[in-house]
C-alpha cells in the first residue's frame, strides 16, 4: 500500500473551491474563477513584498490618494495587479478600491463587484511589518450588459457574497468565506499553490488581548478611555501592530478585540465600510465573532459613499459586548 509513501500535499484551493462548487446556488463556475484570479493577484504581490527592500518599488509613489494618504509604491502596485488579475479573468464588472478615487468599470457583461484595500497596512511597508490585502465580493444589481452604478458597489456588508484577505506575514495566507465558515489557506512557495491549513475557523468567544492605538488616547471619547481603563486592570496584553488584517487574523485565532474609534483626526474612526469593514465583519461574524460601530453590526450600515469611514469595534463577542456597554 503505497498511498502512505510522501508527504500529502493537502487540500489546494483550486480543488477546495470545486468540492465546495455545490454549495452555490447559482453554481456557474463564476465565483471559483473570481476567487482564483484573486488567489492568483495575490502571489503576484506576495513576490513582490518579498523583495521590496531589493526593487526600487519602496517608498513613496508621490502621490496622495483620496483618503488624503501619501500613496506608497507598493500601494499602486498592488492596486494595478489586482485591477489587471481581475480584468483578465472576466468575471468581474466593477471594482472599488482604497486607492481609486472613483468606481473602475471593467466588463459591462460580467456579474461580480470586487470592492479592495489591495493594500492594508501601508506605513509598514519599508519597515518589513506584516501586510495585507482585504476583499469583498457582491452580485451586481444592474442588469448584465448596461454600465455599472452606484447601487451596484454600495451595497450593504450583508449582501456579501464572498470576502476575504491575504495576509503576508511570517507564511502568507489567504483567508475567506462564501457564508459556509471560515477556511484559511498557507502559501507554499515551491508550489506556488494555497493550501488548506486552518479549515472552519472557531474564534474563541472571549479573549484577553486588546488592539488600539493608544497613542490618540487623549482624543478618544470618555467610554473609549473607560474600556481602555477596564483591559489595564483586567490585567490584558495590548497589541497592536499597525496592519488591521495582522491584528485581525492574531485575535481571530487568540481572542480579542481590535478598536479603531472616532478621534479628532477621524471624526468617523479612520477605516473604511466597503473595503475594510465589510469584509473583516464578514469573517468576524463566519468565524463566531462579532462586528459593530460601537452600536450597529458592520454589515447592517447602508453605505452612502464609496469611502465612508465608520467605527470599528470587531473581535470576541464578550469583549466587543464588554466593550460598548462603556460607550
Ligand atoms: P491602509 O494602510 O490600508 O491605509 O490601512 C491602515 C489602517 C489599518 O491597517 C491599521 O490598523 C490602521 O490604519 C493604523 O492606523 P493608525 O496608524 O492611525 O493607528
Ligand atoms: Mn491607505
Ligand atoms: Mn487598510
Ligand atoms: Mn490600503
Known amino acids: 500500500d503505497n498511498t502512505a509513501i510522501g508527504s500529502t500535499i493537502g487540500t489546494t484551493l483550486d480543488r477546495f473551491i470545486k468540492n465546495k462548487q455545490s454549495e452555490f446556488p447559482f453554481a456557474t463556475g463564476e465565483l471559483s474563477q473570481l476567487l482564483r484570479d484573486i488567489a492568483l493577484a495575490g502571489k503576484i504581490i506576495n513576490l513582490e513584498i518579498s523583495k521590496s527592500g531589493l526593487l526600487d518599488i519602496a517608498g513613496a509613489y508621490g502621490t496622495t490618494n483620496i483618503q488624503g494618504?501619501?500613496?506608497?509604491?507598493?500601494?499602486v502596485i498592488a492596486n494595478v495587479r489586482f485591477?489587471?488579475?481581475?480584468?483578465?479573468?472576466?468575471?468581474?464588472?466593477?471594482?472599488?478600491?482604497?486607492?481609486?478615487?472613483?468606481?473602475?468599470?471593467?466588463?459591462?457583461?460580467?456579474?461580480?463587484?470586487?470592492?479592495?484595500?489591495?493594500?492594508?497596512?501601508?506605513?509598514?511597508?519599508?519597515?518589513?511589518?506584516?501586510?495585507?490585502?482585504?476583499?469583498?465580493?457582491?452580485?451586481?444589481?444592474?442588469?448584465?450588459?448596461?454600465?455599472?452604478?452606484?447601487?451596484?458597489?454600495?451595497?450593504?456588508?450583508?449582501?456579501?457574497?464572498?470576502?476575504?484577505?491575504?495576509?503576508?506575514?511570517?507564511?502568507?495566507?489567504?483567508?475567506?468565506?462564501?457564508?459556509?465558515?471560515?477556511?484559511?489557506?498557507?502559501?507554499?512557495?515551491?508550489?506556488?499553490?494555497?493550501?488548506?491549513?486552518?479549515?472552519?475557523?472557531k474564534s474563541p468567544q472571549d479573549g484577553n488581548i486588546y488592539s488600539i492605538n493608544e497613542g490618540s488616547y487623549y482624543s478618544f471619547e470618555p467610554g473609549v478611555r473607560k474600556y481602555i481603563e477596564y483591559c489595564k486592570e483586567q490585567r490584558y496584553s495590548a497589541r497592536y501592530i499597525g496592519s488591521l488584517v495582522s491584528d485581525f487574523h492574531r485575535n481571530m485565532f487568540k481572542g480579542?478585540?481590535?478598536?479603531?474609534?472616532?478621534?479628532?483626526?477621524?471624526?468617523?474612526g479612520k477605516l473604511r465600510l466597503v473595503y475594510?469593514?465589510?469584509?473583516?465583519?464578514?469573517?468576524?461574524?463566519?468565524?463566531?465573532?462579532?462586528?459593530?460601530?460601537?452600536?450597529?453590526?458592520?454589515?447592517?450600515?447602508?453605505?452612502?459613499?464609496?469611502h465612508q469611514r465608520t467605527q470599528l469595534f470587531i473581535g470576541s463577542p464578550t469583549m466587543v459586548q464588554k466593550a460598548q456597554s462603556f460607550l
Not at 494618504?69 to 500601494?75: F, G
Open 256 to 268: 480579542g478585540i481590535y478598536i479603531y474609534p472616532r478621534t479628532d483626526q477621524a471624526l468617523n
Open 69 to 75: 494618504e501619501a500613496q506608497q509604491k507598493l500601494d
Open 83 to 201: 485591477i489587471r488579475a481581475l480584468k483578465n479573468g472576466g468575471e468581474v464588472c466593477a471594482i472599488v478600491s482604497e486607492e481609486d478615487d472613483e468606481i473602475v468599470e471593467i466588463n459591462v457583461d460580467s456579474n461580480y463587484v470586487v470592492a479592495m484595500d489591495p493594500l492594508d497596512g501601508s506605513s509598514n511597508i519599508d519597515v518589513n511589518v506584516s501586510i495585507g490585502t482585504i476583499f469583498s465580493i457582491y452580485r451586481r444589481i444592474s442588469p448584465v450588459g448596461t454600465h455599472v452604478t452606484k447601487e451596484d458597489v454600495l451595497q450593504k456588508g450583508d449582501q456579501q457574497v464572498a470576502a476575504g484577505y491575504i495576509l503576508y506575514g511570517s507564511s502568507t495566507m489567504l483567508v475567506y468565506t462564501t457564508g459556509h465558515g471560515v477556511n484559511g489557506f498557507t502559501h507554499e512557495p515551491s508550489l506556488g499553490e494555497f493550501v488548506l491549513s486552518h479549515s472552519d475557523i
Open 276 to 306: 475594510e469593514c465589510n469584509a473583516l465583519a464578514f469573517i468576524a461574524e463566519q468565524s463566531g465573532g462579532m462586528a459593530t460601530d460601537g452600536e450597529r453590526r458592520i454589515m447592517e450600515i447602508d453605505p452612502l459613499e464609496l
